[in-house]
């Protein structure tokens, strides 16, 4: 069986450099740390994990604290996290938190109460006081990822922002008669998304002089967004335009302008939230949230609060245009009440 003095001859340092290469702990040069890590490769080494945590006290695995598992958006922030940790040597471990009480209490007072993990991740997860302060309690690097809570450093996007840039770009292209679909409440949004961008886009359409523009509220999925559309283009005065809360949201919103037999973009203009990786395919306007970047920057996070350095900062956003948003039918005149000359 291949050992450390073995990778060590390879690649003519030391054990004691081959061991700081691999742990990616100590002063090595970028050199003989590549010059290391190749000659373990070409060995087959692998170090053994028992064997590191006993060396450096830490067990080179991220926990990483997740509320669902089967959201497009989060699995692609987990591909995120897991290939930049697999790049440091690190290994990730989920622990899914759902609404059972029981399953939460495990997840808090056993599972990551095992010394398992070196540091914590928590994704987009709604905690309780209690829950935050034992979370807090395990004394271990903790780094939020849109949390909803302030009690430990997290990596966010302006929500406000995001949902300003989504109405602002529909008002700029004439229209008034927008709407919302989302899943957010109308009092002190705090840190919850849904309600933010709720927020930003009430804000926008108030700035524009169109206070109490309609509200649909649904859940962050296809069905939710189609029966929600569905709804608003049964008003009197239904929408030009819709600016959902999510992409998923905004696929259900075509599909239902699809059911009612109007054209999109001409008849209904649709805007989503997340850069959803059939928004091309669909043809879909929406605010990129860029998931895997997302994923990475929470792992180098996580990975510098380990090592007793801070890397919190906002996230990136950007709205994409696409075929889904035009001018209303019969331009700013029209929709402005003026009879178009």
């Keep these: 069986m291949t050992g450390i003095d073995d990778v060590a001859r390879a690649a003519g340092v030391s054990a004691a450099t081959v061991s700081r290469a691999l742990s990616g702990r100590g002063r090595i040069s970028d050199a003989t740390r590549a010059r290391v890590r190749a000659a373990a490769a070409d060995l087959g080494y692998v170090v053994s994990a028992a064997a590191s945590a006993l060396a450096t006290g830490r067990a080179s695995n991220v926990g990483v604290v997740v509320p669902l598992l089967d959201r497009w958006f989060f699995a692609n922030v987990l591909d995120g996290i897991a290939s930049r940790l697999a790049s440091e040597g690190y290994d990730m471990t989920l622990y899914s938190m759902s609404d059972d009480r029981a399953q939460r209490d495990g997840v808090l007072d056993t ?11 928590v994704l987009s997860v709604t905690l309780a006081d209690d829950e935050v302060d034992r979370m807090l309690a ?3 690097p903790v780094v939020g990822l849109s949390a909803t809570t302030s009690r430990f450093p997290a990596l966010r996007v302006d929500e406000l922002a995001v949902a300003r840039a989504a109405t602002e770009h529909l008002l700029g292209l004439g229209h008034r008669r927008i709407a919302h679909i989302g899943a957010g409440y109308a009092g002190d949004p705090g840190l919850d998304i849904p309600s933010l961008r709720r927020h930003g886009f009430a804000s926008a359409m108030a700035d524009a002089g169109i206070p109490d523009a309609p509200f649909a509220a649904a859940d962050f999925t296809i069905e939710g967004g189609h029966r929600a559309a569905l709804a608003l283009l049964e008003r009197d005065d239904p929408p030009t335009a819709i600016f959902a809360a999510s992409d998923e949201i905004a696929f259900g919103a075509l599909f239902a302008a699809r059911d009612r037999g109007l054209d999109v973009p001409g008849d ?10 059939m928004g091309d395919f669909f043809g879909l306007t929406t605010v990129a949230q860029f998931p895997h970047e997302q994923g990475e920057r929470a792992a180098d996070a996580v990975l510098a609060a380990i090592d007793g350095r801070d890397e919190i900062g906002d996230l990136a956003f950007r709205l994409v245009e696409r075929t889904s948003t035009s001018a209303p039918r019969g331009g700013l005149a029209e929709v402005a009440g003026r009879p178009s000359p």
């Design 268 to 277: 209904l203009s649709v805007v989503g939230v997340d850069g959803h990786e």
């Design 138 to 140: 395990l004394e271990l």
């Design 111 to 121: 599972s990551l109460r095992r010394g398992r993990v070196d540091g914590l991740i």
